[in-house]
């Protein structure tokens, strides 16, 4: 199963709902996350692989701008005319207040100083809001897999 | 193979270019404003199909062809699209295709005047204009794309 953090950028919040994910970030503590605030990495457009939990889940994370909703609309939609099941890959849009100030400082020119600063301050304050989007979110990939041929059913109907 | 080609609402560049690739407009004759508004989805769609990849049909090779407004995501939604194709290990069975980059400022207003302000009497005079400019760039792009969709590079 691939699971894709889809935001307003991908090298942000939906990063840091990725490390949530993955188990490695449990404080409002980013100085080693990988990829964070590298905006060459986010307008490739390619989702950024970030790793894989104990069961075998690849997790990405994909920035598209202010319209992520609707293209995580159109990644299901291509992912069903691609004849990939819904259990093979989820889209989970992540949103936190501020959302669409990270992708201007996202944009600004050179190595600025200013916009980790500042994207550090809008995420840092939003930490356990993220926090408890990535458990609904986990409760939705845990119904999802049950779901799928050969999941367990009684999983599914439990929530 | 799977053929979406995206502009910004899904409406006029997109299906206009589906309509080639599908042989049902000529490659050697501009088409009549009639013409255009006989194809579906041409000037007709509203807010709710942003982001809605619509089916137009199947070319004579068997591949799929749709259109899709992608409001002003850019060529982004293109390298969206191939990223997510690629790793669902599909690369080679999607081709996206931005054909805003082939729509002139008279369709651009002439859509805008139509689909979002909803001056439709004003918009489709000026679309018309824009398309039938537009229209051989158009053409050059679908043979682009059909070249690519045979497996030329």
Same mark, same amino acid.
């Given at each position: 199963?691939?699971?894709?953090?889809?935001?307003?950028?991908?090298?942000?919040?939906?990063?840091?709902?990725?490390?949530?994910?993955?188990?490695?970030?449990?404080?409002?503590?980013?100085?080693?996350?990988?990829?964070?605030?590298?905006?060459?990495?986010?307008?490739?457009?390619?989702?950024?692989?970030?790793?894989?939990?104990?069961?075998?889940?690849?997790?990405?994370?994909?920035?598209?701008?202010?319209?992520?909703?609707?293209?995580?609309?159109?990644?299901?939609?291509?992912?069903?005319?691609?004849?990939?099941?819904?259990?093979?890959?989820?889209?989970?849009?992540?949103?936190?207040?501020?959302?669409?100030?990270?992708?201007?400082?996202?944009?600004?020119?050179?190595?600025?100083?200013?916009?980790?600063?500042?994207?550090?301050?809008?995420?840092?304050?939003?930490?356990?809001?993220?926090?408890?989007?990535?458990?609904?979110?986990?409760?939705?990939?845990?119904?999802?897999?049950?779901?799928?041929?050969?999941?367990?059913?009684?999983?599914?109907?439990?929530? | 193979?799977?053929?979406?080609?995206?502009?910004?609402?899904?409406?006029?560049?997109?299906?206009?270019?589906?309509?080639?690739?599908?042989?049902?407009?000529?490659?050697?004759?501009?088409?009549?404003?009639?013409?255009?508004?006989?194809?579906?989805?041409? !000037?007709?769609? @509203?807010?709710?199909?942003? /982001?809605?990849? $619509?089916? %137009? =049909?199947?070319?004579?090779?068997?591949?799929? &062809?749709?259109?899709?407004?992608?409001?002003?995501?850019? !060529?982004?939604? @293109?390298?969206?699209?191939? /990223?997510?194709? $690629?790793? %669902? =290990?599909?690369?080679?069975?999607?081709?996206? &295709?931005?054909?805003?980059?082939?729509?002139?400022?008279?369709?651009?207003?002439?859509?805008?005047?139509?689909?979002?302000?909803?001056?439709?009497?004003?918009?489709?005079?000026?679309?018309?204009?824009?398309?039938?400019?537009?229209?051989?760039?158009?053409?050059?792009?679908?043979?682009?794309?059909?070249?690519?969709?045979?497996?030329?590079?």
């Amino acid at each position: 199963m691939k699971i894709i953090f889809i935001g307003s950028t991908g090298i942000h919040h939906t990063l840091i709902a990725a490390q949530i994910y993955l188990g490695r970030l449990h404080k409002n503590d980013f100085r080693l996350i990988k990829h964070l605030f590298d905006a060459s990495k986010d307008r490739s457009g390619n989702p950024i692989y970030i790793g894989k939990d104990g069961a075998g889940t690849e997790v990405y994370t994909l920035g598209a701008g202010k319209h992520y909703k609707m293209m995580a609309s159109i990644v299901e939609q291509l992912r069903d005319l691609l004849k990939c099941p819904a259990s093979d890959l989820m889209v989970c849009p992540v949103s936190i207040w501020g959302e669409y100030l990270l992708t201007v400082l996202e944009n600004l020119p050179g190595e600025s100083y200013i916009s980790p600063l500042l994207a550090r301050f809008l995420m840092g304050g939003q930490f356990d809001r993220i926090h408890q989007e990535v458990d609904r979110i986990k409760v939705q990939v845990s119904q999802t897999k049950a779901r799928a041929p050969g999941g367990d059913l009684k999983q599914a109907t439990l929530h | 193979m799977i053929i979406i080609y995206h502009c910004y609402g899904g409406s006029h560049s997109s299906v206009i270019a589906a309509a080639l690739h599908l042989g049902w407009l000529s490659k050697t004759q501009k088409p009549s404003f009639e013409d255009m508004l006989a194809l579906p989805y041409f !000037d007709k769609t @509203t807010d709710d199909d942003f /982001g809605t990849i $619509h089916y %137009m =049909g199947v070319d004579e090779y068997g591949n799929e &062809v749709y259109v899709l407004g992608k409001k002003s995501m850019g !060529d982004r939604c @293109t390298k969206i699209m191939n /990223g997510i194709a $690629h790793i %669902m =290990g599909k690369e080679k069975e999607l081709l996206a &295709v931005n054909c805003m980059t082939r729509v002139n400022w008279m369709m651009k207003i002439g859509g805008f005047a139509s689909r979002r302000m909803g001056m439709v009497r004003m918009g489709r005079p000026v679309l018309n204009m824009g398309t039938q400019t537009a229209f051989t760039d158009l053409v050059n792009l679908v043979e682009i794309t059909r070249f690519k969709a045979m497996g030329g590079v």
